[in-house]
């Protein structure tokens, strides 16, 4: 009987090493992009570098999959592969971003909305071409198995010669692979499919260590608040989302993206750099006792937190969300979403403006006995869309970008969408300081806004954030600072305010000082507070220097 099949049979060994040549060509330009910019070779012994890399590749991916072509294995492992690996072509190409444990975790954590922002005709594209044609082929092609010792001899033959290939690509230029390999933030990052295959496994590991752990570490049983006579406290400590700091006037931007704060009395630090680069590792890090350097995901999510010292002694808290989530921060403690849905101005069923996490805020003000800081997560100016962010009234530069395919835009147009939600965050901050002076008739208040990181606009090809942070760039990673005090606030915790302004260019602040100075403001001792991380201390009345 004639075979039904318009392709021949092809043993899965083959189909292996074909679908391996796929992935070099199809899927890792971002990968030979970033290998142009690392070699140094020119000419002839490019060109053969090149061809060696080629087989390197070829040769890694079918050690890779060769042990998992098997007839329950092959086809699903395959087509999961290559869609995944369209999907990651997609973002490295468009966005030029690097696929670590990190951006793996951004994924894992995102949520609905935030995938809904970043889907496009383009993305779509690539699904379609590079991920869901070559699963269909996959499906379709006819694949003969050889009986169980047979094929596994055939398999060893196969991973024998791609491990003598991949041996002889780097030993004809090992000088070059050498160090190349080395730079694994600069290149294997880019390797699609390793990178993500990669960092989903590591990620996987971290988060069953995690779980393996019976409870989150107390910290900071001890925490008591000093003595101190006069009003409450209440600080509301706004963490910001993708804000730069060099486009904010106040740190010296050549346009006013600050109207509203430059009229208020704040205190503006120029130098500040954030914990990481996503949210996902900048929220939990800067209000963790660990500083960037100690800091790991396993730590945030088995350590209590800032939130954790602060209820300990005494002081009430309250989390607000209108991002993602707190990333582990607040769930220990009072907390609650802004649900899109809700009727108010400044939602519209699948966004709220950041002004709605101030809508009813005032009711919990009105419940405070006691000194209490509330946290406002805002949306600030998340991307890629940012022509979400912020009001049409407040679209002051034009033209702007208004699509989330930011490569499409013009350098001018991105940077207009981009300072308007700059602008927005501006005035939200404005209302924030509007609503504690109403509140100084019964409480020492204050304001801290810290950026949880940057974001790129297109330099040097990089868009959006989550860039491996030895190799960010300062737009990553250096965020604005804002804090302002309310009458009587630093007279009363007995700190200077000349000496606080004087800091303003101190290059060694960053996020390491939120969880103490924070603890240090509010007068908790606890043996977990660090004084030389306490940006209030050195200008507290009687500090001595040093």
Not at 113 to 135: D, H, I, N, R
Not at 301 to 309: A, H, R, S
Not at 321 to 332: M, Q
């Amino acid at each position: 009987m004639a075979s039904t099949h318009r392709l021949p049979p092809i043993s899965s060994s083959r189909l292996v090493m074909l679908f391996s040549a796929f992935m070099v060509v199809a899927c890792n330009l971002a990968c030979w992009q970033a290998l142009a910019a690392l070699v140094e070779l020119h000419g002839l012994k490019r060109l053969l570098f090149e061809g060696s890399f080629a087989v390197f590749l070829w040769s890694a991916f079918t050690l890779l999959f060769i042990g998992l072509s098997f007839r329950p294995l092959l086809k699903p492992v395959l087509s999961l592969v290559a869609i995944s690996a369209a999907a990651a072509a997609y973002f490295m190409n468009d966005y030029g971003v690097a696929i670590d444990t990190v951006m793996f975790q951004n994924v894992v954590e995102t949520n609905p909305g935030e995938v809904a922002a970043l889907l496009s005709a383009k993305m779509f594209a690539y699904v379609v071409l590079l991920g869901l044609l070559p699963a269909a082929l996959i499906w379709l092609w006819p694949v003969r198995y050889a009986p169980p010792l047979r094929g596994l001899l055939h398999k060893l033959g196969v991973a024998a010669l791609a491990t003598l290939l991949l041996l002889a690509a780097v030993a004809a230029f090992y000088s070059t692979y050498g160090p190349l390999l080395r730079q694994e933030d600069k290149l294997t990052h880019f390797i699609n499919p390793t990178n993500f295959i990669y960092a989903g496994i590591k990620l996987g590991k971290e988060r069953l260590g995690v779980r393996q752990v019976a409870a989150v570490q107390a910290i900071g049983t001890d925490a008591v608040q000093a003595a101190a006579g006069g009003r409450k406290r209440l600080m509301i400590f706004v963490v910001g989302e993708t804000a730069r700091a060099d486009h904010f006037a106040l740190n010296g931007y050549g346009r006013n993206t600050n109207p509203e704060l430059s009229h208020l009395d704040v205190l503006d630090y120029t130098q500040v750099h954030s914990c990481g680069t996503s949210t996902a590792v900048s929220v939990p890090c800067m209000f963790s006792m660990f500083g960037r350097k100690d800091y790991s995901d396993k730590k945030g999510k088995t350590t209590e937190g800032l939130l954790d010292v602060l209820q300990h002694a005494g002081v009430k808290v309250l989390w607000v969300e209108n991002n993602s989530d707190c990333k582990g921060t607040c769930l220990r403690s009072p907390h609650r979403d802004i649900p899109k849905n809700q009727p108010s101005p400044f939602c519209d069923g699948h966004n709220c403006l950041d002004e709605a996490l101030l809508e009813g805020l005032q009711a919990d003000i009105d419940k405070l006995d006691g000194d209490a800081v509330i946290f406002l997560h805002s949306d600030g100016s998340h991307g890629p869309e940012y022509y979400e962010r912020y009001p049409p009234a407040l679209e002051r530069f034009t033209p702007v970008c208004h699509t989330n395919q930011l490569g499409s835009c013009s350098s001018e147009a991105l940077a207009n969408v981009y300072d308007n939600s700059i602008l927005y965050t501006d005035h939200f901050l404005a209302q924030v300081v509007g609503l504690l002076k109403a509140n100084q008739g019964r409480f020492d208040t204050a304001m801290w806004y810290v950026s949880d990181h940057g974001e790129s606009l297109g330099e040097n090809g990089l868009y959006l954030h989550a860039a491996p942070y030895a190799i960010a760039p300062e737009a990553q990673k250096h965020v604005p600072m804002v804090l302002w005090f309310g009458q009587g606030t630093l007279t009363d915790a007995r700190v200077s305010r000349e000496c606080l302004a004087a800091r303003r260019d101190d290059a060694d602040l960053s996020h390491d000082f939120v969880f103490h100075s924070v603890l240090g403001l509010f007068g908790v001792q606890t043996q977990v507070y660090k004084p030389a991380l306490d940006l209030f201390r050195p200008c507290h009345e009687g500090a001595t220097a040093g």
